[in-house]
């Protein structure tokens, strides 16, 4: 069962409170249930604080959760088959300071952030420590989309907050995201389910996995879905469900080496929404493509090998990919040219990463590291290309090369950890994008067995992407209602700028983490930010007859963002384990400066508080429970969509998620 709140703003502080009373009930009942048991003396022993966690995104090598030098969450697979979640939107949704929300295209991802980019261009996003952002837009590769992987096939989340530009470069900005991936022996055998919905919708899984001893493993999973974006934007009462994707994932491991395939396809009926527009026909609508479809496969290769009893080792991740059918112009210039049709190629990413440790010397753990890119965004040059003489030729092909080195400097008897790291990348082939250099120094130190400290400051970086350096069509077309939209019309173009700058962000934090006792953890972080040109798209409104026009263009005002997250981790026993978080952060902008629709800087979709909350019972006498909590505050939304919208000149209200499932089985049946 999943319910969902909505919190009036004129209503806010009541309307938060009851939420908040109706989780603590709740919660209250679940922990009640579970000390009567002990009191009985049922269940009556200490539990220690889960397993030893270990991460890789963090350094590129494998550490221990506790020695990350940056802050980091990990959602494990154990917290991600109790949860209520199905996608990995959701499942990050509980995680201190990231928010998710949907836009019209799929669901967005900003970690300590704001923007208005649609595609989550400024959060990396791994799939087993191989970059897997579009190499066209930044962001997510497909484009509308229910998700960006089965969360299926995800063994661990690890969620960090903050730059990381010396290890990863572009995107590496607000964060990152990595997904590590199950193998066969977590499925060792065979796993099949199947959900059937009201109209018509449809969710089926299959499994297949097994270890043939310690060197041989093979995966291979299927999951296809029929179902409708949540947003009313889409909504067809005709031609429910309009959304069908099917995903495959192969994984195979023989000793060192583990290949990878995972191929993603989707159709999506288009939408014809009425738009009400003053001297346009009431039956005035903007209109797509009636079908939508479009296809991903991406091909990735893992090596490591360790020499002289583990003294050295090196490590490469290569992958290709690619990407087919639906573009922008799909949707929101499909009356504009009959080539439009989604049906082109979008270009190829080829990707490697060649990397050296040296873990020999006394104090030292070194890792020295080349990434290599080969980065072509497509042949729909119709959208993109432009040769007038203002803007000039269009390039939608780019090299990219890097270098990297890090040093994990061990002191005081290992209770000391220094990180020192920097990465230079070079000058893009052909000259697209000027050189950058991005350091990171950071210390971990362990104060007790208690008590953990942990400070850094680093420097990140963001390329434009080839649709915000290129994008040459329309951006909304309005015309007669459903048909043929012959005599449609662009309300505004998009305007090709060529010269944007690359995105800059300075970053400072300090965390620590303290063990109650074996059954409590407290986790607390806060954070500084200082970013320099970033990229917003103004839309000018211009005197007829010229059309307006909407770009990307770097502001120029700087940015401050400042803010932290307070995070209390619970497991009382074997059968019951809780988390409570609260996140903030607050905006400002240093300067006067306005972008050329006269705007300063709008901080949207960046609510200042977050809460979540969770509760995982059982299983005990075949009884399990799931409880989640997420609220969030009222946040403001870009000034073009709130003047296109007819909305109100204020925040949008907050709102809130309440997610409760309860599962018993018994020798007979089962019930959710």
């Known amino acids: 069962m999943s319910l969902t709140f909505d919190c009036p703003n004129s209503k806010r502080g009541r309307s938060f409170v009851s939420y908040f009373l109706i989780s603590c009930i709740l919660n209250s009942l679940l922990i009640s249930i579970v000390a009567a048991e002990e009191a009985a003396g049922e269940f009556v022993f200490d539990y220690e604080l889960g397993v030893p966690v270990f991460i890789e995104a963090a350094t590129k090598t494998k550490i221990p959760l506790s020695e990350a030098p940056v802050s980091v969450t990990v959602v494990t697979r154990d917290q991600i088959q109790k949860s209520t979640a199905k996608t990995i939107p959701a499942m990050l949704r509980l995680v201190a300071g990231v928010n998710v929300r949907w836009n019209p295209m ?34 997510f590769p497909q484009q509308p989309g229910f998700d960006f992987f089965p969360l299926e096939n995800v063994k661990q989340l690890e969620v960090i907050r903050g730059p990381v530009s010396a290890l990863y470069g572009e995107n590496a900005y607000f964060g990152v995201i990595n997904i590590s991936t199950i193998s066969g022996g ?104 009636n079908d939508i479809r479009q296809s991903i496969d991406i091909v990735a290769g ?10 050295y080792s090196v490590h490469a991740d ?30 190829f990413q080829i990707y490697g990463d060649f990397r050296a440790g040296i873990h020999s010397l006394p104090y030292n753990d070194v890792l020295l590291g080349v990434e290599l890119r080969k980065n072509d965004a497509g042949k729909h040059t119709d959208e993109l290309h432009t040769g007038d003489p203002d803007h000039g030729a269009a390039v ?6 890097a270098f990297y080195a890090q040093d994990v400097v061990s002191l005081l008897d290992d209770d000391l950890q220094l990180t020192l790291g920097a990465r230079y990348d070079l000058r893009t082939h052909p000259e697209l994008f000027d050189a950058a250099f991005s350091p990171r120094i950071a210390a971990a130190y362990k104060v007790s067995d208690d008590l953990k400290l942990r400070t850094g400051i680093s420097k990140a970086f963001r390329f434009p992407s080839f649709s915000e350096l290129y994008q040459d069509s329309w951006f909304i077309n309005v015309g007669p209602g459903p048909g043929p939209a012959g005599n449609a019309v662009p309300l505004a173009v998009f305007e090709p700028n060529p010269k944007l700058d690359r995105e800059t962000i300075y970053n400072f934090d300090i965390g620590a983490e303290y063990i109650v006792n074996n059954k409590l953890t407290v986790k607390a972080d806060l954070f ?52 409570l978080t609260w996140s903030f952060k607050y905006l400002d902008q240093d300067g006067n400066g306005v972008d050329s629709a006269g705007n300063p800087i709008e901080f949207v979709y960046a609510p200042e508080h977050q809460l979540t909350a969770g509760t995982y019972i059982g299983p005990f006498y075949g009884f399990r429970s799931t409880f989640e909590f997420t609220w969030q505050d009222e946040y403001e939304v870009p000034s073009f969509y709130r003047n296109l919208q007819g909305l109100p000149d204020k925040p949008l209200h907050d709102y809130a998620y309440l997610n409760f499932r309860a599962t018993c089985k018994t020798h007979q049946s089962e019930w959710t």
């Open 106 to 139: 799929m669901q967005t991802i900003t970690i300590r952030g704001f923007g208005q980019n649609p595609f989550t261009s400024r959060v990396l996003l791994l799939i087993d420590g191989i970059p897997y952002n579009s190499w066209n837009k930044g962001g």
């Open 186 to 289: 977590d499925i060792d055998g065979v796993t099949a389910w199947h959900f059937a919905g009201a109209r018509g919708t449809q969710n089926s899984v299959l499994q297949l996995g097994k270890d043939f001893g310690e060197d041989v493993s093979l995966l291979l999973t299927a999951k296809h879905i029929r179902s409708q974006f949540p947003v009313a934007f889409w909504y067809d009462d005709v031609n429910d469900p309009n959304v069908e994707s099917t995903d495959i994932f192969v994984k195979a491991r023989f000793k060192n080496l583990t290949l990878s395939y995972y191929r993603h396809d989707d159709d999506v009926d288009g939408f014809t929404d009425p738009i009400a527009i003053p001297g346009f026909p009431s039956n005035a609508a903007f209109k797509s493509n």
């Open 302 to 311: 893992n090596y490591k090998q360790d020499f002289l009893d583990g003294d």
């Open 318 to 347: 290569v992958s290709y990919a690619q990407r087919d059918g639906a573009h922008c112009a799909s949707c929101h210039a499909a009356p504009q040219d009959p080539s439009f049709d989604g049906k082109e190629p979008h270009g």
């Open 396 to 401: 939608t092909g780019i090299f990219k090369a």
């Open 528 to 579: 500084y930010s200082l970013i320099k040109d970033f990229i917003v798209l103004p839309i000018v409104s211009n005197a007829p007859p010229a059309l307006n026009t909407i770009g990307f263009e770097n502001h120029p005002n700087d940015v401050m963002i400042y803010g932290g997250e307070l995070q209390f981790d619970l497991r009382l026993n074997e059968f019951f384990s809780g988390f």
